[in-house]
């Protein structure tokens, strides 16, 4: 042991000191608030300032024994006393050396001890110096890494040479607990001293690692669980998408499933599967998925390989083309022919029907019919307005929403890919800018080129070949040629009141009836009455008219059997009125009496052929020729034509010269509304414009059509069929025809034939020995 300290004796007040220890060397503020402490300070002030700063054992002892308070504390000067509201007392106190406490002296208002004071610093050797630097170094180490002591403080406790003062200010600064310090304090030996603050740093700085450990412990355990959060909302992530995934790989397999039951041909095949692999690889959420998976899903589901047997029983199909249509003699045959035919020779290509006539003559009703005698599907494609070559043909994929066309469609909702097709309306299309219908139209009904046809949507060859194709029109006039070309046209003409007599009988009213939910008990028709409707209340080559006043007489008697059960109707003449209001109609819409300048010719037009009643009217003028009603170009021409044959012939006609000169002529056509024209009205025109200029009535019950040229030749005319249903419609008896057409008159029905007379013209001079009245003068 090195040399002893200094040692000497004092009295002096003791202050108890709770939780804080005092190092010599040290400068602090301590808050005193208990009376005998208070009184110690007073009483240490009065006299050398110094005070013994002793530390209690407990900090929670108010009235600590000499037990209960450490032996060894330190002396200090009283630097500073505050006085502090509510009584307590702040002084600044200033450590000077150790002391140890030999006897407690008994006083009443503050507590005294006698001390022995230990003074001095011990002096320096190699083994102090040596444990200094360690201690001076461990020290800075520590408040490197405890980051609570100023790093000033390294600067000062570097500076400090004596071994004692050196432990006693790390000690202090140190955040040790009370009985580590206390230990520090009694260790007078300052060789022990140093060994001890050593050995205190190391554990300090042992336990500051640790903090420093636990703290990244923490750190990383609150790292981790934030990083748990986020893989974790991560993973939900990816299981959504590896659902997807599953999800993607059922609906890949489904349709890998399909295309193998499907039976495609092979390059709709390599197609499909290129496109489905394409689809494996787009993110489901990519919109371009979407497109992919509605193709395959609509091109998997088209008729590739599914076909319906042909019925080919001819007399089971006749039977049936005749349960649906009444007449129509010629379509059926046809249609008999090519089941006969298909019946032979199995790989003959189908024909294109194209059925010709007027509206509501049953020409999509005999497609539907045609479907039926085969056993085949129906499938019907209305071209009425169709004008662009898209919704025939489709959309290229590349456009949004793209679709696939109408054609294609239709296989798809048949469901086999021989269906009869009905292409209704052939010459309603209309061309534009964006493409004519028409030529992507002649790829689907050319035999030779419809069994690839290609969609612009689908990009794959599709085979048309084995679809029977029936087109239906209302005049083959506006049937691009090409189409025309293409296909058999089969006509067919207006029914006369005989047909649509036996139509209402056998299958209208029927029809009807059963429609309207009605027993034949309900409701009957007289013959007279559906005459009556067929005469004065629809004015129709077809028949769909007529349906429809039959349909709004069951329609009322279906009311009155809601009433009563037991109604039962008898369409007649006299009750008709109350079912379908007055006639429309006036029949017989010929003239009631000859008149002058007043002549009849017959029309033929898309629905049917009609009356055309042509009026000439001469007033005061200078020989204009004026003409009024919509006329076309065509018809104003044969007016011309007409007009200088009468000229010519004025001599003849015994029309006064001044008359030609002196007289404007005025051409009417009523129903002015209406546009017409064509040729065939010549005649009519020339025999109006002769009565008018020689005043000679001309013959009510006289109708007439042919073309003329200037010198009075009559020319052939289309038609003849439907004008002369129209004439017999119409109550006419003498119908004047150009000769050539001779040969039509055979097509005309036979009861229609025998009710009217034909009077065959080859010139105008006969027309008007036939029309005109015979005069007095004659
Ligand atoms: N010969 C017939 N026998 C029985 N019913 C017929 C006959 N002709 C037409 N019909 C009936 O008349 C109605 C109209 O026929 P449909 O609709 O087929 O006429 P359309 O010729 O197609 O006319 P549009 O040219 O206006 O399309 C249908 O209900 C049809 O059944
Ligand atoms: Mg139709």
Redesign the pocket.
């Known amino acids: 042991m090195t040399q002893q300290n200094e040692i000497s004796y004092r009295e002096l007040p003791i202050l108890p000191l709770r939780g804080v220890l005092v190092f010599p060397y040290t400068i602090i503020h301590l808050d005193v608030g208990r009376k005998k402490s208070i009184n110690a300070i007073e009483e240490a002030m009065l006299g050398s300032k110094e005070i013994f700063l002793a530390t209690q054992k407990e900090a929670q002892n108010d009235e600590p024994d000499e037990e209960d308070i450490y032996e060894v504390g330190t002396v200090a000067e009283i630097r500073q006393v505050l006085k502090m509201p509510g009584g307590t007392m702040r002084v600044l106190v200033e450590g000077l050396h150790r002391g140890s406490i030999k006897t407690y002296i008994k006083h009443d208002d503050y507590m005294k001890v006698s001390i022995e004071e230990y003074k001095g610093e011990n002096p320096k050797n190699a083994e102090i110096e040596a444990l200094m630097r360690t201690v001076v170094y461990q020290f800075e180490q520590y408040v490197r890494m405890s980051k609570k002591i100023p790093p000033e403080t390294v600067v000062s406790v570097v500076a400090i040479e004596e071994p004692g003062r050196l432990t006693d200010v790390i000690a202090s600064h140190l955040n040790l607990r009370i009985p580590e310090k206390q230990k520090v304090l009694e260790l007078r030996d300052v060789n022990q001293r140093l060994n001890y603050v050593c050995e205190i740093l190391a554990k300090e700085m042992e336990v500051l690692e640790l903090e420093r450990k636990i703290n990244i412990r923490v750190r990383k355990q609150m790292e981790k669980t934030q990083k748990e959060y986020y893989l974790r909302e991560q993973m939900k992530a990816i299981q959504k998408e590896l659902g997807d995934k599953d999800e993607r790989a059922s609906e890949v397999e489904e349709l890998r499933e399909r295309i193998n039951k499907t039976n495609l041909p092979p390059d709709a095949l390599e197609k499909i599967n290129k496109e489905l692999e394409r689809l494996e690889k787009i993110p489901p959420a990519v919109a371009e998925a979407v497109v992919v998976r509605n193709y395959l899903d609509w091109a998997l589901s088209l008729p590739w390989s599914i076909e319906t047997r042909d019925r080919l029983d001819l007399d089971l199909a006749e039977k049936i083309l005749n349960e649906?249509?009444?007449?129509?003699e010629k379509p059926k045959q046809r249609i008999l022919e090519y089941l006969a035919i298909r019946k032979l020779a199995k790989k003959m290509k189908g024909p294109i029907l194209c059925?010709v006539?007027?509206?509501?003559?049953?020409?999509?009703?005999?497609g539907k019919s045609v479907a039926r005698s085969l056993g085949r599907k129906f499938v019907r494609m209305s071209l009425g307005g169709l004008r662009d070559e898209a919704e025939i043909r489709g959309h290229r994929r590349t456009y949004v929403g793209s679709m696939p066309g109408r054609v294609l469609n239709s296989i798809k909702q048949a469901g086999s890919r021989n269906p009869v097709f009905l292409l209704?309306?052939i010459d309603k299309m209309t061309m534009d800018f964006r493409g004519d219908p028409a030529s992507a139209l002649l790829e689907v009904l050319d035999p030779e080129q419809n069994n690839t046809f290609s969609d612009h949507y689908l990009e794959i060859a599709f085979d048309l070949s084995k679809v029977m194709f029936i087109t239906?029109a209302?005049s083959t006039h506006n049937i691009p040629r090409p189409l025309l070309d293409r296909m058999e046209v089969i006509e067919?003409s207006g029914?006369t009141e005989e047909?649509k007599l036996h139509?209402a009988v056998?299958?209208?009213v029927p029809?009807q009836i059963k429609e309207h939910g009605l027993k034949n008990s309900n409701i009957t028709f007289s013959e007279k009455a559906l005459r009556k409707i067929i005469r004065e209340y629809t004015r129709e080559a077809?028949?769909?008219n007529m349906?429809r006043q039959i349909a709004s007489i069951c329609r009322k008697v279906a009311r009155q059997v809601v009433k009563d059960k037991n109604t039962s109707v008898n369409i007649t003449v006299s009750n008709i009125n109350k079912y379908l209001g007055t006639e429309k109609f006036r029949f017989g819409a010929a003239e009631k009496k000859s008149q002058v300048g007043v002549t009849t010719g017959l029309a033929w037009t898309e629905s049917g052929g009609d009356l055309l009643s042509i009026e000439v009217a001469l007033t005061k003028g200078k020989g204009r020729l004026t003409l009024t009603g919509k006329l076309g170009d065509v018809m104003k021409e044969s007016a011309q034509a007409g007009l200088t044959y009468v000229k010519s012939k004025a001599d003849e006609l015994s029309i006064n010269s001044e008359m030609l000169e002196k007289y404007d002529v005025h051409i009417h056509v009523p129903e002015g509304a209406i546009p017409k024209d064509g040729p065939s009205a010549g005649i009519t025109m020339a025999t109006s414009l002769a009565s008018a200029m020689s005043g000679i009535p001309v013959k009510n019950d006289v109708a007439m059509t042919g073309e003329i040229t200037l010198r009075g030749n009559v020319l052939p005319i289309g038609g003849l069929k439907e004008k002369a249903l129209a004439a017999h419609r119409a109550g006419i008896n003498t119908i004047i025809l150009p000769a050539e057409n001779k040969k039509d008159l055979e097509e005309i029905p036979a009861n229609v034939r025998r009710k009217i007379k034909f009077i065959l013209v080859s010139h105008m001079d006969e027309v008007l020995l036939a029309a005109l009245e015979k005069t007095v003068d004659n």
């Open positions: 649906d249509h009444y007449g129509l059925l006539g007027p509206p509501g003559v049953g020409k999509t009703s005999l209704d309306e239906t209302n067919i029914y047909d139509i056998e299958y209208l029809k077809g028949v769909r349906e």
